[in-house]
T-cell receptor
Framework: GESVGLHLPTLSVQEGDNSIINCAYSNSASDYFIWYKQESGKGPQFIIDIRSNMDKRQGQRVTVLLNKTVKHLSLQIAATQPGDSAVYFCAEIKAAGNKLTFGGGTRVLVKP | EAGVVQSPRYKIIEKKQPVAFWCNPISGHNTLYWYRQNLGQGPELLIRYENEEAVDDSQLPKDRFSAERLKGVDSTLKIQPAELGDSAVYLC???????????FGPGTRLTVL
């Protein structure tokens, strides 16, 4: 079946550097895509979303890029901080039914 | 404002025993979801409620899993009997409406021995 997946299982980044987390998707019918952050022992926390008709969206220290040509999604975190250490999931969703389909997650480790 | 509340946070049971999880969604959120998250994977939807009605339970293993949301607020998810493969984190989420951002609770980590 169609799925959302991630390129790298673990990303180590130096504190203060920028992080880039990548995600590939296969369902071109999705209405929008979401990034979630999950810290140990907690549920996923919404970070940012992007509609399928957009290429870029910025939030506080985060930017999501969507390349529909190659079905690729990325999350950029500027000036990565220790508090950014977590597992990051991309997810796709169709507005009808609000059903999230998650990928497998990328663990981000921030080194001091 | 309080987030989604779940209890218990941890549960250890022996196989073939029953178990139940409880969820209290964010106040005013009409839509409630139950997800199961296996280790190292993303959550997978089990069931979605619109108020007290289960509108999507296609992924719920109905031979052993059941859920209810009798008054359209709190919800319980039950497994009877539990199997070893049911070990996972069970997450509850809620959203104001069925097209809105979902907010997740901390989950219940179930271990079946």
């Amino acid at each position: 079946g169609e799925s959302v997946g991630l390129h790298l299982p673990t990303l180590s980044v130096q504190e203060g550097d920028n992080s880039i987390i990548n995600c590939a998707y296969s369902n071109s019918a999705s209405d929008y895509f979401i990034w979630y952050k999950q810290e140990s022992g907690k549920g996923p926390q919404f970070i940012i979303d992007i509609r399928s008709n957009m290429d870029k969206r910025q939030g506080q220290r985060v930017t999501v890029l969507l390349n529909k040509t190659v079905k690729h999604l990325s999350l950029q975190i500027a000036a990565t901080q220790p508090g950014d250490s977590a597992v990051y999931f991309c997810a796709e969703i169709k507005a009808a039914g609000n059903k999230l389909t998650f990928g497998g997650g990328t663990r981000v480790l921030v080194k001091p | 404002e309080a987030g989604v509340v779940q209890s218990p946070r941890y549960k250890i049971i022996e196989k073939k025993q029953p178990v139940a999880f409880w969820c209290n969604p964010i106040s005013g959120h009409n839509t409630l979801y139950w997800y199961r998250q296996n280790l190292g994977q993303g959550p997978e939807l089990l069931i979605r409620y619109e108020n007290e009605e289960a509108v999507d339970d296609s992924q719920l293993p109905k031979d052993r899993f059941s859920a209810e949301r009798l008054k359209g607020v709190d919800s319980t998810l039950k497994i009877q009997p539990a199997e070893l493969g049911d070990s996972a984190v069970y997450l509850c989420a809620s959203s104001p409406g069925h097209t809105d951002t979902q907010y997740f609770g901390p989950g219940t980590r179930l271990t079946v021995l």
